[in-house]
């Protein structure tokens, strides 16, 4: 460890450069800007990026797509947080708790506290990186395709189990997410599957275009119903609001842990940031004390978990990517695809080839998320002058974005028409009273933990005793059913009053 | 209006052909244990299955629901309002492309309010396409639809 | 420019070229033009695609800019079928493999290789058989050995893609039956050898170089007819051509190689065609590229016109019987 710091101040010395931090701007702010628009992501902006990386030093190219990754992953929630609609896959849960408290007419106070935990959260996930790199590198190795599948089932325990809507609905709402994910190529048997006589699905339903649709036009269609809707937000911009929202940060200290946990061990293992942060969100709300407001009406804790959670993931998701040759996410495969490209070969051996180059980027992760969240809470009044546009001009214009967002994700007309159709459905759901959470976990995790489930089955010659052939794999899957069955129990036990006036709409 | 009872009704029976149409296509992927494990329309048949299944449970329990208002006529004339353009704006995107749509769209929504300006309007309806230019076609380089009409005349 | 110069320009162009192709590249991209890598990011597909994308840029070869987009849904059918929709359009070139032809013999794919115009197969991608470093097989004759039980795990990229092939036709030559595991990458595979969830791989020599320098697997024998070119040591003691060959150890595999192909949407003129066929026979003569088939492993090939179409004939002829042994062919 003495070692690990001392390559740390090394790093330092390389990553705090006039040059470097003027990269590290220019990339915080495209990140910022792709994040806010949705169908753009992180992964779009890096690999544009690329090409002009190829005449820097590598350590100055990493410098400037981890910067624009950082900033993507903050611009995420901000179209989460104000208008439904989340410009990343992973900031689908800070949608939840960040959307109403921004109709609430706290915009601000919204978006500094997710900015506030996405911080905290990163920082840990460098920290971990930092400390026990070859340690979790080791560890992550111990995950196969029965282990997949434990983390998955875990990650779907821990949100599903939840109560409050009928459960008929939420399987309905479960298994037509599955469905949706097993569109297009299968893996395992490499057949063309639910394409329902339309060849251009082969490619599979990309989830940016289901939650465009789902959550941002559906949400349209709810708002412009019950005619105007946000709260006024006052003209003044308050600094001090944003100064005191994350001055009281630390009173949601344990949650905030406790996510950076949850997004760190999902970073490394398969689950990915968007599973984690919905893991996260999830058990929050069961660790919520009783009596206090439900989650899903604007509880700074419906922010915090999935904010955090979402950024530690992202930071240790680059973790198996460096040590191992794996991405974590989509964006860490591009930035995969820059070091083979710069000359450097991922694996085991780049800590100790490329000293340099990897200590330099662990501590420009440390620096730039700095400056990504400054920069980023810079942006917060003008983010929040946008709630004070009226509706009757937003509307269209959320509707132009969205469907630009949709179009964009793979430059086909048909996924615009999709995401109006999942508009439709999400309507009608909300309206019925289907919850959409399930179904989008399920679009994102359902064909990987199919894929793991199935090649486990191929590896056991088809006995289902690989799920308890090692501690890791039976803890997991004992874990996932305990989050399934304990709260039943509990309901059992100590049967809970029905307090209508609380229970929040569920989502 | 519209009754919580045609709501749950209509969505329950949607979310009961879809999962038809999922069981219905498994089929053709092969159901069981085959040469390569799980065969590909198993997990397809299972969640096809409970998604039919649980949409006729609810297809009752909603033909049940007591007669709840859930859209009032002014709601539903409202979401009607927001609804309608948007669906012609999507279908006149393949024609006109996303730019001139969006301009269209934009005026004619906006306009339709009489609440702004006329030159309030046109400025927005030009500014929406234009950012969407600068920002999508010439910095991130991503061509958004020039539409055909646009295309023939050589744009 | 005017024509005059354009046609001086040209013809030094083409007497520069091979005979084989006919000096008509009058024609020259009058748009941005987007690669498509029919991969997701950070495969093998996608990195061809950016590093052609690099050259090109870096030496002006083209100037419209390139933009590369990743269309890897559906095992890259994606890619192809966006190709096949885009027919007549110029401004787009799709990066691939040889799952351009393979892919609709064993799948209901919307699209065949003959809706696209082949430009060039620009690489040739060797596989190798990859063990865990502590594993009891030295040879491939210990690994076959031990695959007579019937337990070995082979991981792969895809199913019925490449890997799959080259898996069955290991059994059918060396009479073994071997669990084959798909995954979605070749990189996916490497990683589950390192954790030694499966037994090997038959990973491209760049999927899996990382691991092998990192000391978590190594290859035991490489499918080609000669042992590769490529003298630089990966690890203290051994390199690429220290690898022996299949055929060597007694494994009658003589030569197994995925082309990198590049096409161009159907209906372009011949003129368009020779553009990009010039455009990449210049990025073919750069220092980066020699660096890049290096740093790969690959085995540089560069086929254009009858030459690449004799190729695919021979390649499907060849995977059709395969494939029909298996009872793969789409109905």
């Known amino acids: 460890m003495e070692s690990n710091i001392e390559s740390l101040m090394h790093g330092f010395g390389i990553a705090i450069t006039m040059q470097h931090i003027l990269l590290m701007m220019i990339g915080v702010l495209l990140g910022i800007l792709v994040g806010v628009l949705p169908g753009l992501g992180a992964p779009n902006g890096v690999s544009l990026l690329l090409p002009l990386t190829f005449g820097m030093q590598p350590v100055s190219a990493i410098i400037l797509l981890s910067s624009m990754y950082w900033g993507a992953l903050f611009g995420g929630s901000v179209t989460s947080i104000l208008f439904n609609i989340p410009g990343e896959p992973s900031s689908v849960a800070t949608t939840f708790d960040g959307y109403p408290m921004a109709r609430d007419g706290r915009p601000s106070t919204a978006l500094a506290t997710a900015f506030g935990s996405a911080a905290f959260g990163a920082l840990v996930g460098v920290v971990l990186i930092t400390l026990v790199a070859s340690w979790v590198a080791q560890f992550a190795l111990r995950f196969g395709p029965p282990e997949y599948f434990a983390v998955y089932f875990l990650a779907f325990a821990s949100f599903v189990g939840m109560g409050g809507t009928p459960p008929i609905k939420t399987l309905v709402a479960l298994s037509i997410g599955f469905a949706i994910a097993a569109i297009g190529i299968d893996t395992v048997s490499g057949s063309v599957r639910l394409t329902f006589g339309v060849p251009e699905l082969v490619k599979g339903v990309d989830f940016v275009v289901a939650v465009m649709g789902l959550f941002g036009i559906g949400e349209l269609l709810l708002a412009v119903e019950e005619e105007m809707h946000a709260k006024a937000v006052s003209s003044k911009i308050d600094w001090r609001e944003v100064l005191r929202t994350i001055a009281g940060l630390p009173r949601y200290g344990w949650t905030l842990l406790r996510s950076a946990a949850i997004g760190c061990w999902m970073g490394i293992t398969p689950g990915g940031p968007t599973a984690a942060s919905f893991m996260s969100y999830g058990i929050a709300k069961r660790f919520a004390k009783k009596g206090s407001r439900p989650f899903g009406t604007g509880v700074p804790e419906g922010i915090v978990a999935p904010e955090a959670a979402d950024h530690s993931a992202g930071t240790s998701a680059l973790l198996p990517m460096l040590s191992l040759g794996i991405p974590g996410s989509a964006t860490a495969a591009v930035m995969m695809g820059g070091l083979m490209i710069w000359g450097l070969n991922p694996g085991p051996m780049l800590f100790v080839d490329q000293r340099d180059f990897v200590w330099g980027l662990i501590a420009s992760m440390y620096v730039s998320n700095i400056v990504a969240v400054v920069l980023v809470l810079l942006t917060v009044p003008v983010f929040a002058a946008l709630m004070r546009i009226p509706f009757f001009i937003i509307a269209p214009l959320i509707f132009i974005i969205c469907t630009v967002g949709a179009y964009s994700v793979s430059n086909s007309y048909l996924d615009v028409v999709l995401m109006f159709g999942f508009g439709i459905i999400g309507y009608l759901f909300k309206k019925a009273a289907y919850p959409l959470a399930p179904l989008v976990l399920a679009i994102v995790i359902g064909d990987k933990a199919e894929d793991a489930f199935r090649q486990a089955m191929l590896m056991s010659k088809g006995s289902l005793g690989i799920f308890f052939s090692s501690p890791l794999v039976t803890c997991l899957i004992l874990g996932g059913f305990a989050f399934l069955v304990v709260p039943q129990l509990m309901k059992l036990v100590r049967p809970r009053r029905a307090r209508p006036g609380l229970e929040a709409t569920e989502v | 209006m519209i009754s919580q009872r045609l709501i749950e009704v209509t969505t329950a029976a949607l979310t009961g052909l879809f999962g038809v149409a999922v069981v219905v296509s498994s089929i053709d992927n092969g159901i069981g244990w085959g040469e390569k494990g799980v065969d590909a329309g198993t997990f397809p048949l299972i969640v096809g299955s409970a998604i039919a299944l649980g949409s006729l449970y609810n297809l009752v329990r909603g033909a049940l629901v007591a007669h709840e208002v859930a859209v009032t006529w002014v709601a539903l004339r409202r979401v009607a309002g927001l609804f309608l353009p948007a669906a012609v704006f999507i279908a006149l995107i393949p024609a006109l492309g996303m730019y001139a749509s969006s301009f269209g769209y934009v005026l004619a929504t906006v306009g339709w309010q009489r609440k702004l300006p006329p030159w309030k309007t046109l400025a927005i309806a030009v500014a929406a396409p234009l950012f969407l230019y600068v920002v999508f076609e010439k910095l991130f380089v991503v061509s958004l639809p020039h539409g055909a009409l646009f295309e023939m005349m050589g744009f | ?331």
């Open chain 3, 1 to 331: 420019m005017n024509s005059m110069t354009k046609l001086m320009m040209l013809s030094g162009a083409a007497l520069a070229l091979t005979a084989a192709q006919p000096a008509m590249a009058e024609w020259k991209p009058t748009k941005p033009i987007e690669f498509i890598a029919t991969a997701g990011p950070g495969g093998g597909t996608d990195i061809i695609a950016r590093t052609v994308q690099g050259i090109i840029t870096k030496y002006k070869f083209i100037d419209q800019p390139i933009v590369v987009v990743n269309k890897g849904g559906g095992s890259g059918a994606e890619g192809y079928t966006y190709g096949k929709a885009m027919a007549g359009d110029p401004h787009k070139v799709i990066f691939g493999t040889s799952n351009a032809w393979q892919q609709p013999m064993v799948s209901k794919v919307a699209f065949n290789y003959t809706d696209l115009t082949p430009v060039a197969a620009m690489a040739q991608d060797e596989f190798l058989i990859w063990v865990k470093q502590d594993s009891p097989w030295k040879t491939a004759g210990d690994y076959l050995k031990a695959a007579k039980s019937g337990n070995l795990k082979m991981g792969g990229a895809q199913s019925k893609d490449t890997d799959e092939v080259l898996t069955r036709m290991i059994e059918k030559i060396a009479d073994v039956k071997i669990t084959y595991i798909p995954f979605k990458s070749g990189g996916e595979a490497a990683v589950q050898l390192a954790g030694g969830h499966i037994d090997s791989h038959v990973n491209n020599p760049s999927e899996s170089v990382g691991q092998w320098r990192g000391g978590t697997q190594h290859p035991i024998c490489v499918f080609s007819s000669k042992r590769l070119t490529n003298t630089d040591k990966v690890t203290a003691t051994e390199g690429w051509s220290d690898i022996p060959t299949c055929v060597e150890q007694g494994l009658n595999i003589p030569t197994y190689q995925q082309p990198r192909t590049v096409w161009l949407p159907g209906k372009v003129t011949p003129e368009q065609a020779a553009f990009y066929v010039d455009v990449m026979k210049k990025v073919e003569g750069t220092p980066e590229w020699a660096d890049y088939i290096k740093r790969t492993s690959q085995t540089n090939t560069f086929l254009v016109g009858d030459e690449f179409q004799k190729f695919i004939k021979d390649d499907i002829a060849h995977v059709h019987q395969i494939a029909q042994e298996q009872g793969w062919l789409v109905k």
